[in-house]
């Protein structure tokens, strides 16, 4: 398929562990977004890439949050430390060009769940 | 900054029309998307809006007042399937692109 993917679909993690959670976007699009989406929520930003650089990281909950995109393609978001709030489902999404009003394309989303 | 309301639920049965409506605050707009999310899976892309007016897509339609901050989805038609959330979202400008949702409009459409 020429859509985004993520992997996992689904992870299951102890209070304190480490994940990493991957995203392969649509071939070609330079702008990657990492969207978080609670239960009955719309998604919630948290970072964006253009190219290979974190142009906007703002929507980063705390530092234990980090994500990297070091090609210019797959993405990965890591979790530090994780905490049973962190639980979500982490969606994410690439445009073409990153310009305003560019329609966003989204992944399946990765179902985090730490107990 | 930004806040966006939009009813939590609405109902409507197979056949008939429905209008999700979705008002905004922006400092600086950038156009309106609107999103379909079915149970467990991606949102997809049905409609965006910049200017003001009634965009038509086949069985959706979305509209935008910018001077009124308000947009609304119609469906006409309803099918069974069109039973997902649906998700507005506000592009704003100066952001670094990112969409900025609403927390949705669960429909159900019931036979």
């Known amino acids: 398929g020429a859509g985004v993917s993520q992997t996992p679909s689904n992870k299951v993690t102890e209070k304190g562990k480490y994940v990493e959670l991957r995203c392969d976007p649509i071939s070609g699009h330079t702008a990657l977004y990492w969207y978080r989406q609670s239960l009955g929520q719309g998604p919630e930003f948290l970072i964006y890439f253009q190219g290979t650089g974190a142009a906007d990281d703002s929507g980063l909950p705390n530092d234990r949050f980090f994500a990297v995109r070091p090609e210019g393609s797959v993405s990965t978001l890591k979790i530090q430390r994780t905490e049973r709030g962190d639980s979500a489902v982490y969606l994410c999404?690439?445009?073409?060009?990153?310009?305003?009003?560019?329609?966003?394309?989204f992944g399946p989303g990765t179902r985090l769940l730490v107990l | 900054g930004q806040n966006i309301d939009q009813p939590t639920e609405m109902t409507a049965t197979e056949g008939a029309i429905v209008q999700i409506n979705c008002t905004y605050q922006?400092?600086?707009?950038?156009?309106l998307f609107w999103y379909q999310q079915h149970a467990g899976e991606a949102p997809t892309f049905l409609s965006y809006?910049?200017?003001?007016g009634l965009e038509e897509k086949g069985r959706f339609s979305s509209f935008l007042s910018r001077s009124k901050g308000y947009s609304y989805l119609l469906l006409k038609e309803l099918q069974m399937k069109d039973s997902a959330s649906y998700l507005c979202a506000v592009s704003e400008v100066g952001s670094a692109r990112q969409l900025t949702f609403g927390s949705g409009t669960q429909l159900t459409v019931l036979p």
């Open positions: 922006t400092s600086g707009f950038n156009g």
């Open positions: 999404a690439s445009s073409p060009r990153g310009q305003g009003g560019e329609t966003q394309y």
């Open positions: 809006n910049v200017l003001d």
